[in-house]
Each structure stands twice: as C-alpha cells, then as structure tokens.
C-alpha cells in the first residue's frame, strides 16, 4: 500500500529528511476528496510555483513506487527503489497508474 501526501503549494523534504515506505506518492494538485478515497489523481490545479522538492533520503520497499507529481519537481536527494519504480513527473495534471492497465496520464 502506498502513503501519500499533498499541497496545493508543494512538499518540500530538506536535508536530513527520511521516508522510509512501501510505496510513497507526494503530490501538488490533488482534491481533499480524491486524497482522502486513495485515488492517485491529481486534477485540480496546484497554485503557481508549486513545486515538489527531494532533498532528503527517501527509500522505498522492494518493488514499491516512489512518485514526485507537481508542475515542478526537483530532486536534489536521493530516491532508493530497489526493483521498483521511481516517478518525477513535472505536469499540471495526472493520473498514475499502479496496476499497469494503462490508464495513466499526465498533462
């Protein structure tokens, strides 16, 4: 299962900062409702400038998923994902997919 967190003005993670998960997903643009029902979209508009930034050490389980979403993603840290998956997706909107039946997007 993957935890999350999001703001429409963006999540900074400094130096020094550690996550440590299953899977991880942080986000600028996503609706109270659809955070609160586990729905990995994020199509409402984050405010100008929103940015995610990485500088701390994020470390995700075997096979897991790390994923960044914002207009701006930065990462200047470090992502583990052992035989999984990491995701900086710099875009207004999107949809991530984690059952790989295609219906992801970004725009």
């Known amino acids: ?8 003005s963006g999540v900074v993670f400094t130096q020094g900062a550690q996550v440590n998960a299953a899977g ?4 600028a643009g996503i609706t109270n409702k659809n955070f609160m029902a586990g ?9 100008p400038g929103a940015q995610v930034v990485n500088r701390g050490n994020i ?3 075997q096979a897991g998923l ?3 979403v914002a207009p701006q993603v930065v990462n200047a840290g470090t992502i583990t994902a052992t035989l999984g998956h ?4 710099g ?3 999107a949809t991530l ?4 039946d295609g219906w992801s997007r970004s725009t």
Request: hydrophobic letters at 55%; aromatic letters at 8%; glycine letters at 8%.
């Open 91 to 93: 875009a207004k909107t």
């Open 66 to 68: 790390a994923a960044l």
């Open 39 to 47: 729905t990995l979209s994020f199509d409402q508009a984050a405010k």
């Open 59 to 61: 470390t995700i389980k």
């Open 86 to 89: 990491v995701v900086l997706a």
């Open 97 to 100: 997919d984690l059952y790989g």
């Open 1 to 8: 299962m993957a935890s999350g967190a999001g703001h429409q």
């Open 24 to 27: 991880w997903c942080v986000a």
